[in-house]
């Protein structure tokens, strides 16, 4: 008797071998590029890794499908209702990336308020010919107060990363948390009073319809010249064009991106050339140890969504 065919499962290429070890021998890996033809229909999951849009359009032509399994938090290039209305689960990977996406946050803000890229530019290039102490002066960071805007599963983990850091904490959420704990001393205000006070305004709200251009140039004219934005959410967050204005004049001191709008930047863009930027390439998650942890958590919901179970997490 020839042994049962394995279930076929569309994923987006190239997985890394990680999530390739945990599949092999037990699914049928097909390329999206089927999925997108129409050659796919009897697939029976969908593994999505590295953002591609998925919509009713691209569910439409995988009639057989079972689950969706998503490789990380943010689920914003998948239209959630679309699922939804195909009765299709959305797993995704909360709480295993919050902490190391909360130090991502951190080390982008300790770097752009003291200068560290510069610096590190400067320390190997020639003109760095004796130490001189009035040179690449920063921003103080311990002692200032921070506002978190979706204070959720990582803000709260920038909010504990600035208690240690002696960093008075604002967040801004739709509605107040009353879970917090106390020891945190997190005040809760409007966008507006956040945007005021804070020296350093870090962004971890999801992508929706709500947040995408939450922050443009009249909410960057709200805040302090000598602030920080720190975007470890979504580039859309972010009007690009007004934050490149801002940086431009210096109308803020600095900002600091994981995440751009689009995503990458055209390499002439001129926010790239801006000496009060610090970039990194989208590695909020990027650590081997969370990296492992999101691929058996997606991988544990497509198993548990290929055999009709509940996902242990469920983005819809
Ligand atoms: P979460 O636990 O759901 O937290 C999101 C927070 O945002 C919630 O507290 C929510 O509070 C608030 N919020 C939602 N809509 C809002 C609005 N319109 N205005 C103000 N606050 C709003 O999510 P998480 O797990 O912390 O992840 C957050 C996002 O981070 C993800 O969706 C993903 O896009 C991004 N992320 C980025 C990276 C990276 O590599 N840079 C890595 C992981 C995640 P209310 O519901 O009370 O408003």
């Known amino acids: 008797m020839s042994p049962a065919p394995l279930p076929a499962v569309v994923a987006d290429d190239p997985l890394p071998e990680l999530v390739l070890g945990m599949l092999r021998n037990r699914v049928d890996c097909l390329p999206w590029q089927a999925a997108v033809d129409g050659e796919a229909e009897h697939a029976v999951g969908l593994y999505v890794y590295g953002h591609p849009p ?31 209305a195909r009765r299709l689960p959305v797993g995704n990977t909360p709480g295993v990336l919050d902490g190391a996406t909360a130090d991502m946050g951190f080390a982008l803000l300790l770097a752009a308020a003291r200068k560290l ?9 020639p003109d760095f010919g004796s130490y001189d102490p009035g040179y690449l002066l920063g921003r ?38 009353t879970d917090l704990p106390e020891s945190l001393q997190a005040e809760y205000v409007s966008l507006e009073q956040l945007l005021r006070r804070s020296d350093f305004v870090v962004l971890t709200v999801p992508l929706t319809a709500e947040t995408t251009r939450l922050i443009g140039r009249d909410q960057i004219e709200l805040m302090k010249p000598s602030a920080i934005l720190v975007n470890i959410a979504r580039g859309p967050v972010v009007d690009t064009d007004a934050l490149t204005a801002a940086l431009r004049r210096q109308q803020i001191y600095a900002a600091a991106l994981d995440v751009t709008d689009p995503e990458p930047l055209p390499r002439d ?4 050339s801006c000496e009060n930027l610090v970039i990194a390439p989208h590695l909020g998650s990027a650590t081997e140890q969370t990296r492992r942890a999101m691929a058996e958590l997606s991988v544990e919901n497509l198993w548990l969504g290929l055999a009709g179970k509940p996902l242990r997490c469920q983005a819809n």
């Open 54 to 84: 998925v919509d009713g359009e691209l569910l439409d032509r995988l009639p057989n499908l079972r689950v969706i399994s998503n490789h990380g938090v943010g689920v914003d290039h998948i239209v959630l209702a679309d699922a939804t």
């Open 117 to 125: 890229i510069v610096g590190d530019h400067f320390a190997r290039g």
């Open 140 to 177: 103080e960071v311990h002692g200032q107060t921070i506002g978190i805007v979706g204070l959720g599963r990582i803000g709260l983990e920038v909010a504990r990363r600035a208690h240690g850091f002696n960093i008075s904490v604002l967040y801004h959420n739709r509605r107040p948390r």
């Open 269 to 272: 863009h001129p926010l790239l």
